[in-house]
C-alpha cells in the first residue's frame, strides 16, 4: 500500500460530507445513502490496507508527511499522518463500526426530512476522528479532537427545533471545551519541555529523560522533570476527562442521548469517547514518567466506573442506562491505561466498540419498533415480537457482563488483573483500590445490564399493550449480528496464552518504549526507596486464575439478582425498596445530584457573571458611555465650535492673522 | 552721503503691510478692504525690491512685474464681485455678507 | 548720492520724506470715512512707493507702478465707488469691538515682530550695481528669457479676469 494514500482515510469522508451537506437535499435519498456509504467503506478499505501493512508488511509504521502548516518559533507543525497497530486497530475500528452503523442508519433515519445533513455530519464525524487517531503530532491530534467535539455538537442537537436536544448539544460542546483547554495547557506544557509536538520526537526525547533531574531553564526552570511532566499529563487527562466523559466531566454523555441513536452508538460509545483512552496510551512512554498522573488516572478511572453504574441503577430511559454504562466502561479503560496495561485497555476498547454498538443499535431498533418510546416500565416481552433484537441485545449483554468465553470476559478481566497484579512503587495502595472498585463496577455492570435486559424483552408487556412491535429489517438487523458475532468472535485475541494474550503481542512493539521506560523509572526509584526491584508480571494462568473466577462469580451474582428482583419470585421487591428508602432512591434516580451541584456552583455563577458583564461592562459602560458618549461629546464640542462659523469673513480673517503672527514669532524666536 | 540701510526698507515694507492688513481687518467696507489688499501686495513689491538692489539681482523685478500683473487681475475680479454683492444686497458692508453661517 | 531736482543730495534725504508720505498715505486710507478720500490717499501712497522704487534703481518696475497701479487700479476703484454712488453712510467706521482691538493689534504685533528679522542684516547697500540695472532693456531680457511662461500664463490669466469680470458684473447673462 502507498504511504502516500493516508490522507484518503480522512479525505474520502470530507468529500461525502461536502457532497451530503451542500447537495445533499437535490440528489435523493437514494444518492445520499450511496455517497455516505461508499465513503466510509472506501475509507475502511485504506484502514484495512494500512492494518495489514503494519501487521504483515514490512514496517512497523507508515508515515506520510501531507503538508507544511507553519512553523511557530523553532516548533515546526506539520500535517503528518502515521499509522501502526495502535492506530491501524483504532481506525478499522472506526471506520468498520462507523460503516456498519451507516447501514444502520439508512433504515433507522428512513422517516427523518433532514436525512442529508444527518448522513453530512455522520461522515464529516469519520473524517475528523481519523484525523485525531492518524496524526502523528499533538496539533493534528487535537485538530482531530475539536473536529469529533464539533460533529458531536452537531449530531447531539440534530433535532435542533426542539429546545432541550440543542441545549444538550451546547452542553455537550461547552464541557468538552473546558477538557480541551486542559489539553491546550498540556500540549503548551510539553512544548515548553522538549520543544516539539511530534510523537516520534517526544518518544525519543523521552528515552533519556532522568526523573529526579532538576530543569535548568525555560518556563519549569527548578522543577524536576517528574514534577513538570506530571503537571503537563494531569492537563492532559483533563482534557481526556472532557472528552471520554470521566469524572468531573462526564455529565454530557447521559444529556447526549437526546441525538438519534446511531449517533449515540458511534460516537458516545465505540468511538469518540475512545479518544481520551487512545490519547493517553499514545503518550504512555511520558506518563511512565509521572507515576502521580498515572495513578490520577487509575484511581479516576475506577471511581468513574463505580460512581456511573450506581447512577445506572435506577435508570428507566434505554439509552440512559447504556449511556452510564459507557461512562462506567471507559472508567475501565482508564484503569488500564493508569496501572500500565496499555494492551489490555485498547482490547477494551476494541471489545466494547463492538458489544456496546450493538446495544445501542438494539437500542434503536426497540424504539424503532416501539414507536421511540425509550421507557424500559413500558416495555417487556419483547422477545416474542423482536427476536433478532433480543438475541443479539442478549449476545452483547453477555459480553459487557464479562462472562466467558466471550470478548467481554477477556478484556476486562485483563484490566482487572492488572490492575491488581501491576507492582506501584510510589502509591502502595493503588492496586488494592483500583482492584476493589472494579469488582464493584463490574458487579454492578452485571446487575444493571441484565435488569434493562430483563424488563424489556422478558417478562410481559407492561405498557402500550395494544401496540404490536414489529422487528426491524435487514439493514438494521445485519449489523447487529455482525457486531455482535465479533463481539464473540473478539475473544480469540484475548485469550490468556503463555507468552501474553495474541493482542499483547500484537501491540507489544507500540507499547516497548513505554515498558522499557517505565523499568528504568522503576529500578531508579527502587534504588532510591532501598526496596527489590518488583518483578515484571507474568502470564502464568495459575496466576490469572483466580482473578478469573472472581470475576465470572461476580458477574453471575449480578445476573441472579437482577434475576431475582424482575422475573422470579422478587417482582415488586424493587418497588418496595423504593419505597423504604426514599431519600437513597431519590439519590439514585436523580444521578446523585451532580448536575444540579455544577448548576449552582459554576453555571449559575457564570451566568451571572455573564449577565453583570452584558448590563454593566457592554450595555452601558461601552455602549452608552463610550460609544453613545463620544458622538455625544463631539455633538456638544461640534455646538461649541459651530459659533465660530458666524458668516463674517472678517473675523475669519482676523484670527488667521493672529494666527500667522504667532506662528511667525515662534519661527523667529 | 550714507545710504539707507535695507533694514528701513524693509521696516517701511513691513509697516505699510501692516496698515494694509489692519484695513483688511477692520474696516467694515468692501471697497476698503479692497485697497488694504492692493496695499499689502504693494509692501511685498517694495521688498521684493529692496532685496533686488541689496544682491544686486534682477529677478526682484521680474517678480515684482507678474505682481502688479496679478494685484491688476484679482482687483479687477473682486470689484466685479463687489458690483455682483451689492446688486442683490444693496451694500458694501463685510458685515452684512454672512449668509455662510451655522 | 542721488541726484535731485538736478541737485546731489545723500539718499537719506530722499528716502524719510517720501516714507512719511507713504505711510501717511497708508494712514489715510484707513482712517478716512469718504470713500474718494480713501482712494486718493491710496493714490498719494503708490506715488511715494514709485518714487522709493526709482530710489533703488528699479525705473522700470516704478514706472509701471505708476501707469498699472495709480494710473488703471486705482481708476478702476473709482469708477466701482462711482458706479455703485457709494458715499460717507456706506463707508461705516469700525466699532470698537473684540474684533476691531485683536484686528488691529495683530497687524501692530506683525509689524513689531519683523523688527526681529532686520537685526540680521548687512549695514549698507552695495555702492555698484551691474550695468543696466533695472532698466527697462535688461529687464525685458530676463522677462523673455528666464521668465518667459510666468510671462505667457501671466497673459492668460489677464484674459481670464477679463472674461470672468465681464461676466461676474453683468445685470443680466
Known amino acids: 500500500m502507498n504511504p502516500q494514500s493516508l490522507h484518503w482515510i480522512i479525505l474520502l469522508p470530507l468529500i461525502g460530507a461536502a457532497i451530503n451537506g451542500l447537495l445533499g437535499k437535490r440528489i435523493g435519498r437514494g444518492n445520499v445513502h450511496l455517497v455516505a456509504l461508499g465513503a466510509i467503506f472506501g475509507a475502511f478499505v485504506v484502514s484495512a490496507a494500512a492494518l495489514w501493512n503494519v501487521s504483515f508488511g514490512g514496517a512497523e509504521k507508515i508515515s506520510q508527511l501531507w503538508w ?17 497497530r495502535l492506530s491501524a486497530t483504532l481506525i478499522c475500528v472506526v471506520t468498520g463500526v462507523g460503516f456498519l452503523i451507516h447501514l444502520f442508519s439508512t433504515e433507522y433515519m428512513s422517516h427523518d426530512e433532514g436525512y442529508w445533513r444527518y448522513f453530512a455530519y455522520l461522515n464529516l464525524f469519520v473524517a475528523a476522528m481519523a484525523t485525531l487517531v492518524l496524526g502523528s503530532n499533538l496539533l493534528v491530534m487535537f485538530v482531530g479532537w475539536e473536529g469529533v467535539g464539533l460533529a458531536s455538537y452537531l449530531l447531539i442537537g440534530f433535532w435542533y427545533t426542539d429546545e ?96 438519534p441513536t446511531p449517533v449515540s452508538a458511534l460516537i458516545h ?46 435508570q428507566n430511559d434505554i439509552k440512559k442506562v447504556l449511556a452510564y454504562s459507557t461512562v462506567s466502561q471507559l472508567g475501565f479503560m482508564f484503569i488500564g491505561v493508569g496501572v500500565g496495561a496499555w494492551w489490555a485497555a485498547i482490547y477494551h476498547l476494541v471489545t466494547h466498540a463492538f458489544f456496546k454498538a450493538c446495544l445501542f443499535l438494539g437500542a434503536g431498533s426497540v424504539m424503532h419498533g416501539m414507536k421511540d418510546q425509550t421507557d424500559i416500565r413500558l416495555f417487556g416481552g419483547l422477545r416474542k415480537e423482536m427476536w433478532h433484537t433480543w438475541a443479539t441485545f442478549g449476545i452483547s449483554t453477555i459480553a459487557i457482563t464479562g462472562v466467558i468465553p466471550l470478548s467481554g470476559f477477556f478484556s476486562k478481566d485483563a484490566i482487572l488483573h492488572a490492575a ?48 404490536h412491535a414489529h422487528e426491524s429489517g435487514p439493514a438494521m438487523t445485519g449489523p447487529l449480528w455482525i457486531l455482535s458475532g465479533l463481539a464473540v468472535g473478539a475473544a480469540v485475541w484475548g485469550l490468556p496464552l503463555a507468552s501474553g494474550a495474541r493482542f499483547e503481542r500484537f501491540l507489544h512493539g507500540v507499547f516497548a518504549p513505554a515498558e522499557a521506560n517505565l523499568r528504568r523509572v522503576t529500578e531508579l526509584a527502587a534504588r532510591e526507596l532501598g526496596v527489590a526491584v518488583p518483578p515484571a508480571p507474568g502470564h502464568d494462568l495459575a496466576a490469572m486464575l483466580p482473578g478469573y473466577l472472581i470475576a465470572l462469580v461476580v458477574a453471575l451474582v449480578g445476573f441472579g439478582i437482577a434475576w431475582y428482583l424482575y422475573l422470579g419470585p422478587g417482582k415488586g421487591k424493587s418497588a418496595l425498596i423504593a419505597e423504604k428508602a426514599p431519600g437513597l432512591h431519590a439519590a439514585f434516580a436523580n444521578k446523585f445530584y451532580v448536575d444540579e451541584f455544577y448548576d449552582s456552583v459554576v453555571v449559575r455563577p457564570l451566568k451571572g457573571f455573564a449577565r453583570v458583564l452584558w448590563q454593566v461592562v457592554d450595555s452601558f459602560a461601552i455602549d452608552r458611555l463610550l460609544v453613545n458618549g463620544t458622538a455625544v461629546l463631539s455633538g456638544w464640542v461640534a455646538q461649541l465650535f459651530r459659533y465660530f462659523q458666524d458668516g463674517n469673513v472678517q473675523r475669519y480673517a482676523v484670527v488667521m492673522a493672529v494666527s500667522a503672527v504667532a506662528v511667525l514669532w515662534v519661527f523667529l524666536f | 552721503m550714507a545710504t539707507v540701510p535695507l533694514a528701513h526698507y524693509l521696516a517701511l515694507a513691513s509697516a505699510l503691510f501692516a496698515v494694509g492688513l489692519a484695513a483688511v481687518l477692520v474696516r467694515r467696507s468692501a471697497l476698503v478692504v479692497f485697497m488694504g489688499v492692493e496695499l499689502m501686495l504693494n509692501a511685498a513689491n517694495l521688498t521684493f525690491l529692496s532685496f ?51 | ?68 497701479y495709480a494710473g488703471a487700479i486705482m481708476v478702476l476703484f473709482l469708477f466701482v465707488v462711482m458706479l455703485l454712488n457709494l458715499g460717507d453712510a456706506d463707508l461705516e467706521m469700525p466699532r470698537l469691538s473684540v474684533g476691531t482691538i485683536v484686528g488691529g493689534g495683530s497687524a501692530l504685533a506683525f509689524w513689531c515682530v519683523s523688527w526681529m528679522v532686520f537685526q540680521h542684516l548687512p549695514e549698507a547697500m552695495p555702492a555698484t550695481l551691474p550695468e543696466g540695472f533695472g532698466q527697462v532693456a535688461s529687464v525685458g531680457r530676463l522677462l523673455f528669457t528666464q521668465f518667459i511662461l510666468p510671462f505667457e500664463a501671466t497673459s492668460i490669466l489677464l484674459l481670464a479676469a477679463i472674461v470672468g469680470a465681464v461676466v461676474v458684473a453683468k445685470a443680466k447673462i
Open chain 1, 269 to 314: 460509545a465505540a468511538t469518540m469517547v475512545t479518544a481520551g483512552v487512545y490519547m493517553i496510551a499514545r503518550l504512555s512512554f511520558l506518563y511512565v514518567y509521572a507515576p502521580g498522573a498515572m495513578a490520577t488516572v487509575a484511581v479516576v478511572g475506577a471511581a468513574t466506573a463505580v460512581f456511573a453504574a450506581l447512577m445506572a441503577y435506577a
Open chain 1, 420 to 467: 491488581h497484579a501491576n507492582p506501584n512503587l510510589w502509591f502502595s495502595w493503588v492496586p488494592t483500590v483500583t482492584y476493589v472498585l472494579g469488582l464493584i463496577a463490574a458487579l454492578s455492570t452485571s446487575f444493571y445490564m441484565w435488569r434493562m435486559f430483563n424488563l424489556t424483552f422478558n417478562g410481559e408487556r407492561r405498557g402500550m399493550k395494544e401496540h
Open chain 3, 1 to 68: 548720492m542721488t541726484p535731485l531736482l538736478g541737485v546731489l543730495v545723500s539718499e537719506a534725504w530722499v528716502f524719510y520724506p517720501l516714507a512719511v508720505l507713504t505711510v501717511g498715505g497708508a494712514l489715510a486710507m484707513l482712517l478716512s470715512r469718504n470713500p474718494i478720500y480713501a482712494a486718493m490717499s491710496l493714490v498719494l501712497t503708490f506715488f511715494g512707493l514709485a518714487g522709493l522704487y526709482v530710489l533703488l534703481s528699479a525705473e522700470l518696475i516704478a514706472a509701471l507702478q505708476i501707469i498699472v
Open chain 1, 164 to 259: 432541550e436536544k440543542a441545549y444538550a448539544g451546547r452542553k455537550a460542546f461547552v464541557v468538552n471545551r473546558i477538557g480541551d483547554f486542559g489539553f491546550l495547557l498540556g500540549i503548551f506544557a510539553l512544548v515548553a519541555l522538549f520543544g516539539t509536538i511530534d510523537f516520534a520526537e517526544l518518544q525519543t526525547a523521552a528515552a533519556t529523560l532522568i526523573p529526579s533531574a532538576v530543569l535548568q531553564g525555560g518556563v519549569f526552570a527548578g522543577w524536576t522533570v517528574t514534577a513538570a511532566l506530571t503537571l503537563a499529563c494531569l492537563l492532559l487527562f483533563v482534557g481526556a476527562t472532557g472528552k471520554s466523559a470521566q469524572i468531573p466531566l462526564y455529565v454530557w454523555l447521559p444529556d447526549a442521548m437526546a441525538g
Open chain 1, 68 to 84: 507544511h502548516w507553519f512553523t511557530i518559533g523553532s516548533v515546526p507543525v506539520e500535517m503528518a499522518l502515521s499509522v501502526d
Open chain 2, 52 to 102: 533686488s538692489r541689496a544682491h544686486g539681482a534682477q529677478e526682484g523685478h521680474a517678480i515684482a512685474f507678474f505682481v502688479i500683473a496679478v494685484a491688476a487681475a484679482e482687483a479687477a475680479i473682486g470689484l466685479a464681485i463687489m458690483i455682483a454683492v451689492f446688486r442683490s444686497r444693496k451694500t458694501v458692508n463685510v458685515d452684512e455678507v454672512d449668509a455662510l453661517k451655522y
